[in-house]
């Protein structure tokens, strides 16, 4: 099976700052990665797919990168609302479609 | 609106049965996966599994492959998820989220449920 490796599993930044989270799968998936956000308390939210299309009315400081192997999330200026933990997963035709372990962002 | 609706909270003892529903509403339920997500409290997302409701056809997860049995009722768009015998380390809450088949596939799980609370 793929394995998917997030990294840093947390980080904490200031508001304004630039944040990636980089995604890893241990072989290659083409474009079929996805970004999933998840606040405190909630259910996740797709926030893109396709390694770097952004879902409606996801703000436009996300964005995504990357293909085959190595993928990364960017969020351009951290916002307070942005506290959460981040998400990929892999979803090619090839199961369990499994996920990250997470990234959680903090605002320091 | 698009929406999965899922069962609310169950508490059961170790080695009962529970079956837990999901409810989609808003578009063709025959033209999404529904996928089944477990989390542990305070660990990450796991992907369990998904069911074609068209055929029934399933993929599961290896971890959950025979502990847990996906199904659906296309008359009433609901998908199930079943466990024939519980144990503790099955507390969790439990998403349901769809996914489109054929080309609607690319847009990955767009809709999800508000979740489902199982403690053992």
């Known amino acids: 099976d793929i394995q998917m490796t997030q990294s840093p599993s947390s980080l904490a930044a200031s508001v304004g700052d630039r944040v990636a989270i980089t995604c890893r799968a241990s072989?290659?998936?083409?474009?079929?990665l996805a970004w999933y956000q998840q606040k405190p308390g909630r259910v996740p939210k797709l926030l893109i797919y396709?390694?770097?299309t952004l879902q409606s009315g996801v703000p436009s400081r996300f964005s995504g990168s990357g293909s085959g192997t190595n993928f990364t999330l960017t969020i351009s200026s951290l916002q307070p609302e942005d506290v959460a933990t981040y998400y990929c997963?892999?979803?090619?035709?090839?199961?369990?479609?499994?996920f990250g372990g997470g990234t959680k962002v903090e605002i320091k | 609106e698009v929406q999965l609706v899922q069962s609310g909270a169950e508490v059961k003892k170790p080695g009962e049965s529970l079956k837990i529903s999901c409810q989609g509403s808003?578009?063709?339920?025959?033209?999404?996966?529904i996928t089944w997500v477990r989390q542990v409290p305070g660990k990450g997302l796991e992907w369990m599994g998904r069911?074609?409701?068209?055929?029934?056809?399933?993929n599961y997860s290896p971890s959950f492959q025979g502990h847990v049995t996906f199904s659906t009722d296309t008359s009433n768009s609901t998908a199930y998820v079943q466990w024939s015998s519980l144990k503790a380390s099955d507390t969790a809450t439990y998403y349901c989220?769809?996914?489109?088949?054929?080309?609607?596939?690319?847009?990955?799980?767009?809709?999800w449920g508000q979740g489902t609370s199982v403690t053992v």
């Open positions: 989220a769809r996914v489109g088949t054929g080309y609607n596939y690319r847009y990955g799980m767009d809709v």
């Open positions: 808003g578009y063709k339920f025959s033209t999404y996966w």
């Open positions: 069911i074609d409701p068209d055929d029934s056809y399933t």
């Open positions: 072989q290659g998936i083409s474009f079929y």
């Open positions: 396709l390694a770097s």
């Open positions: 997963q892999k979803y090619d035709s090839v199961p369990p479609l499994t």
